[in-house]
């Protein structure tokens, strides 16, 4: 179950898998995948889980399935670390790249695709600096408002806590404020920062199968 919002007079779909479709350009838009992170930690001896970047390509496929997707733009931090350039998550995204030739890439540059360096050329991605302008909206990666268009974001890996009789519970969500938007980090292993809402803004929580609005007071 999605939420619509209006924003800047186009309606967006707040996707449960944490993702934004935008239905009138057929265009998802994605934030902090950061493919590899999971690898770099075990290159220096944490034991975390294989398989991150099957996972999270798999998610993708699941959206490409639900929707009218011609265009997905990567907000930022693509790739984690150098590492990843010599690594079996990028062969396992080249093979992706392969069934889904068709589909446009864009990649806005985030402070790890810095340090990580630009995606392989095998990708056909267009790669690009932050702001890209698409309609109203300025893709970025950093949530700062922007001259160019509202700003539709990532970076900060938003998450919030409900709370309810001694439980607590953290999810992933979706702030839009005056100006702009966080999306939540579509990656699977990326963690996730606590946010506290400001007056004015408007906060979505994606569960397993819903996005659902909380009311702020």
């Known amino acids: 179950m999605s939420v619509d919002i209006v924003i800047a007079g186009e309606t967006l779909q707040l996707l449960p898998q944490r993702a934004l479709y935008w239905p009138a350009r057929r265009t998802l838009m994605i934030a902090d995948i950061h493919f590899g992170k999971a690898a770099a930690f075990r290159a220096r001896g944490v ?3 294989h398989g991150t970047t099957a ?9 490409l ?13 693509f790739l984690h670390s150098r590492a990843v350039q010599n690594s079996a998550s990028l062969h396992t995204l080249q093979q992706w790249r392969e069934t889904h030739a068709d589909l446009k890439l864009t990649l806005v540059r985030g402070n790890h ?19 890209f302008c698409i309609g109203p909206f300025a893709c970025c990666h950093h949530p700062e408002p922007r001259a160019e268009g509202y700003v539709l974001a990532g970076h900060v890996h938003p998450v919030y806590r409900l709370a309810a009789g001694g439980d607590s519970l953290r999810l992933p969500c979706f702030l ?39 009311p702020l007071r």
Request: proline share 8%; hydrophobic share 50%.
């Open 47 to 49: 034991p975390v889980p």
């Open 55 to 63: 996972q999270n390509l798999a998610l993708i496929d699941t959206l």
């Open 65 to 77: 399935q639900a929707h009218a997707v011609e265009h997905i733009v990567f907000l930022g931090d």
């Open 113 to 131: 695709d810095a340090h990580a360096g630009d995606p392989p050329a095998a990708l056909e991605m267009d790669i690009v600096d932050e702001p």
């Open 176 to 214: 839009f404020g005056d100006g702009y938007a966080v999306l939540p980090s579509f990656g699977a292993f990326t963690g996730g920062y606590l946010v506290m809402p400001k007056e004015g803004e408007r906060l979505f929580v994606a569960a397993e199968d819903a996005v659902f609005e909380v």
